[in-house]
């Protein structure tokens, strides 16, 4: 039968259950998106800027579980969106990638838009894909979702030829079937652990008198049986940046996110009482361990599903290739009967957050609005259901810290790559994506230059995205550091601009706070701005006078890592400035 291109990838869209496409339409595939106008499964989102796309399509996954689409044109349009199919890469967020391609029927060179971007995506990407005739569009689409979703998840890129769109193409049924998925896997993801392995696991874990648990973001598919896990071991349980939320944070047996240099002295005072860490889902990158500042208190269990990361930067005793969930659930099924309650761990992690949580609220009630009072009263006005998306940067670690969630899915940052200006096209994604649940964007002011023109994508589609945007006329983390190490802040201060000039452009509403007093009207008002489908972008005065625990213990773990000498350098250099000025 014929078929258009366009129609057989909307097709392979719908079939795959991607319910949002992000991009700027072009010559090369208008027919796709006239295709996808006749879809009531598929919806074409247009974005100010294809870098806001790839952000989108990871805000809408982190959010909702659900795979999203960034649909660009070749060349500007793939580049524009590399940093955030790189961040995806990085951070293990599953998206397709559908670039178009230039015709390759016409055998003309120099053609518009014409440059290898197989090459180019290949760093970023698990797979790339270009289908040459029309009978491969359909399968070729459903392998590149299977793959982006399988294994460790991560973006994969198909290359539709604009010939495949323009001309009529021959498919058959046996065109349209889904590709066979391998066999073995859990859930299609990741294999079953071997029995050996989980046996020698539960006899190391039975000779542990209180193991740790460090938990990432590969163990949420696990999150249900997680909280048994931990009560069975008696174990406190830490986690990655990423992993925040796969462990419920107001658990009594939850610790902080990280255990090293960069968490409070209760968190590695405890830490270091455990007999050894079992770790799931997690890489021990340089973000999530505070520039590899952990310290580990005894050996390691280490299991992930990509069969590279156990053992790559920290040695691991036993090295476990598996699903995150296979992993967790053939090991409640070995384990023993769970311990008793450790009620002086238990109470000892209870006085260690409440000992953190006075000094927190000893900064309140200044003159400007502390990073404590905006989170905690955004998270008493919006509930447990409620997403947070924070940029590179002060504002993620603040968040990271002082936020409190209670599952996966609600703070969705960029980390290992770090791309400034994620946080806004990543809460509108997450918003159209989860329409019922507030969103709120925590914009650096800073990222927020680099994207917040999306805060117009926000308001045409009526998401009611909230966008909190934090001003401190600075790039808050990188003027910490200089002003730490070197003294002094070159480049780092940003030229003023007026919130409320872009909320009128854009057609937002628009809020100010400069006051811990004013943040919960401030946070209602948005709140019920959201629920009628309108956008608020609010000018936050945000005071960064107190350095997070992260802030301080990477410069301190950098700092004890160089040689004497050129320690000696650093610090008598910042000292002289400090007297001479």
């Given at each position: 039968m014929k078929r258009t291109g366009g129609s057989l990838v909307r097709q392979a869209l719908e079939d795959e259950g991607i319910?949002?496409?992000?991009?700027?339409?072009g010559t090369h595939n208008i027919e796709l998106y006239d295709a996808l106008a006749e879809s009531e499964r598929v919806r074409p989102v247009l974005v100010t800027d294809e870098q806001g796309a790839s952000f989108m399509a990871d805000g809408a996954w982190r959010a909702s579980g659900r795979m999203a689409c960034v649909n660009v044109v070749p060349g500007a349009g793939l580049t524009h969106a590399l940093s955030g199919i790189a961040e995806a890469w990085m951070d293990n967020v599953p998206m397709l990638v559908l670039g178009c391609g230039i015709r390759r029927d016409s055998g003309r060179a120099y053609q518009l838009h014409d440059i290898d971007q197989m090459a180019l995506v290949e760093p970023v990407v698990k797979a790339a894909f270009r289908p040459l005739r029309g009978d491969e569009v359909y399968r070729c689409i459903r392998e590149a979702c299977r793959i982006a979703r399988s294994g460790a998840p991560g973006p994969v890129f198909v290359e539709i030829p604009a010939n495949l769109y323009m001309m009529l193409q021959d498919a058959s049924d046996e065109d349209l079937s889904p590709p066979e998925a391998p066999a073995g896997l859990h859930a299609g993801r990741g294999p079953y652990p071997e029995p050996a392995v989980v046996d020698r696991v539960v006899e190391l874990l039975g000779q542990w008198r209180?193991?740790?648990?460090?938990?990432?973001?590969?163990?949420?598919?696990?999150h249900e049986r997680l909280v048994e896990l931990a009560e069975r071991l008696?174990?406190?349980v830490s986690t990655t940046f990423q992993g925040k939320g796969v462990f419920p944070e107001t658990h009594p047996l939850w610790l902080w996110p990280g255990f090293g240099d960069a968490a409070p002295a209760f968190a590695r005072r405890l830490a270091a009482t455990c007999d050894g860490v079992l770790a799931i889902g997690c890489r021990f990158s340089e973000v999530g361990t505070g520039s590899y500042g952990l310290t580990l208190p005894g050996p390691l269990i280490h299991c992930d599903v990509d069969a590279d990361v156990p053992g790559r930067n920290y040695p691991a005793e036993v090295a476990v290739h598996a699903d995150a969930e296979a992993f967790v659930t053939a090991l409640l099924?070995?384990?023993?009967?769970?311990?008793?309650p450790d009620e002086g761990l238990r109470r000892a992690i209870a006085e260690g957050h409440a000992e953190v949580e006075r000094a927190w609220e000893a900064e309140t009630g200044g003159s400007r609005v502390t990073p404590y009072a905006l989170l905690r009263g955004l998270q008493r006005a919006l509930g447990p259901e409620a997403v947070y998306t924070a940029d590179s940067g002060n504002g993620t670690f603040l968040a990271m810290e002082i936020l409190r969630l209670e599952g996966p899915?609600?703070?969705?940052?960029p980390v290992d790559y770090s791309c400034m200006g994620y946080s806004v096209p990543a809460a509108v994604g997450a918003r159209l994506a989860c329409p019922d649940r507030p969103v709120v964007a925590l914009a650096g002011d800073g990222a927020f230059l680099m994207t917040g023109l999306e805060t117009l994508t926000s308001v045409a589609h009526g998401a009611g995205t909230m966008i909190f945007v934090l001003r401190?006329?600075?790039?808050?983390?990188?003027?910490?550091?200089?002003?730490?190490?070197?003294?002094?802040?070159?480049?780092?201060?940003?030229?003023?601009y007026q919130v409320e000039g872009f909320a009128r452009a854009l057609g937002a509403e628009y809020l100010r706070v400069d006051r811990d007093d004013d943040v919960e009207d401030a946070v209602r008002a948005a709140w019920d701005h959201a629920r009628e489908g309108r956008t608020t972008l609010a000018h936050v005065e945000i005071d960064y006078g107190v350095r997070t625990?992260?802030?301080?213990?990477?410069?301190?773990?950098?700092?004890?890592r160089l040689p004497l000498g050129e320690r000696l350098r650093y610090v008598s250099r910042a000292l002289l400035r400090r007297v001479t000025g």
């Amino acid at each position: 039968m014929k078929r258009t291109g366009g129609s057989l990838v909307r097709q392979a869209l719908e079939d795959e259950g991607i319910e949002l496409t992000f991009g700027i339409p072009g010559t090369h595939n208008i027919e796709l998106y006239d295709a996808l106008a006749e879809s009531e499964r598929v919806r074409p989102v247009l974005v100010t800027d294809e870098q806001g796309a790839s952000f989108m399509a990871d805000g809408a996954w982190r959010a909702s579980g659900r795979m999203a689409c960034v649909n660009v044109v070749p060349g500007a349009g793939l580049t524009h969106a590399l940093s955030g199919i790189a961040e995806a890469w990085m951070d293990n967020v599953p998206m397709l990638v559908l670039g178009c391609g230039i015709r390759r029927d016409s055998g003309r060179a120099y053609q518009l838009h014409d440059i290898d971007q197989m090459a180019l995506v290949e760093p970023v990407v698990k797979a790339a894909f270009r289908p040459l005739r029309g009978d491969e569009v359909y399968r070729c689409i459903r392998e590149a979702c299977r793959i982006a979703r399988s294994g460790a998840p991560g973006p994969v890129f198909v290359e539709i030829p604009a010939n495949l769109y323009m001309m009529l193409q021959d498919a058959s049924d046996e065109d349209l079937s889904p590709p066979e998925a391998p066999a073995g896997l859990h859930a299609g993801r990741g294999p079953y652990p071997e029995p050996a392995v989980v046996d020698r696991v539960v006899e190391l874990l039975g000779q542990w008198r209180r193991p740790l648990i460090y938990l990432g973001a590969g163990a949420a598919v696990a999150h249900e049986r997680l909280v048994e896990l931990a009560e069975r071991l008696e174990a406190p349980v830490s986690t990655t940046f990423q992993g925040k939320g796969v462990f419920p944070e107001t658990h009594p047996l939850w610790l902080w996110p990280g255990f090293g240099d960069a968490a409070p002295a209760f968190a590695r005072r405890l830490a270091a009482t455990c007999d050894g860490v079992l770790a799931i889902g997690c890489r021990f990158s340089e973000v999530g361990t505070g520039s590899y500042g952990l310290t580990l208190p005894g050996p390691l269990i280490h299991c992930d599903v990509d069969a590279d990361v156990p053992g790559r930067n920290y040695p691991a005793e036993v090295a476990v290739h598996a699903d995150a969930e296979a992993f967790v659930t053939a090991l409640l099924e070995r384990l023993d009967a769970p311990r008793d309650p450790d009620e002086g761990l238990r109470r000892a992690i209870a006085e260690g957050h409440a000992e953190v949580e006075r000094a927190w609220e000893a900064e309140t009630g200044g003159s400007r609005v502390t990073p404590y009072a905006l989170l905690r009263g955004l998270q008493r006005a919006l509930g447990p259901e409620a997403v947070y998306t924070a940029d590179s940067g002060n504002g993620t670690f603040l968040a990271m810290e002082i936020l409190r969630l209670e599952g996966p899915g609600h703070f969705l940052a960029p980390v290992d790559y770090s791309c400034m200006g994620y946080s806004v096209p990543a809460a509108v994604g997450a918003r159209l994506a989860c329409p019922d649940r507030p969103v709120v964007a925590l914009a650096g002011d800073g990222a927020f230059l680099m994207t917040g023109l999306e805060t117009l994508t926000s308001v045409a589609h009526g998401a009611g995205t909230m966008i909190f945007v934090l001003r401190d006329r600075e790039l808050a983390q990188i003027a910490q550091f200089q002003g730490t190490a070197l003294n002094r802040k070159v480049a780092s201060e940003l030229p003023d601009y007026q919130v409320e000039g872009f909320a009128r452009a854009l057609g937002a509403e628009y809020l100010r706070v400069d006051r811990d007093d004013d943040v919960e009207d401030a946070v209602r008002a948005a709140w019920d701005h959201a629920r009628e489908g309108r956008t608020t972008l609010a000018h936050v005065e945000i005071d960064y006078g107190v350095r997070t625990y992260f802030t301080k213990g990477v410069v301190k773990t950098n700092l004890h890592r160089l040689p004497l000498g050129e320690r000696l350098r650093y610090v008598s250099r910042a000292l002289l400035r400090r007297v001479t000025g």
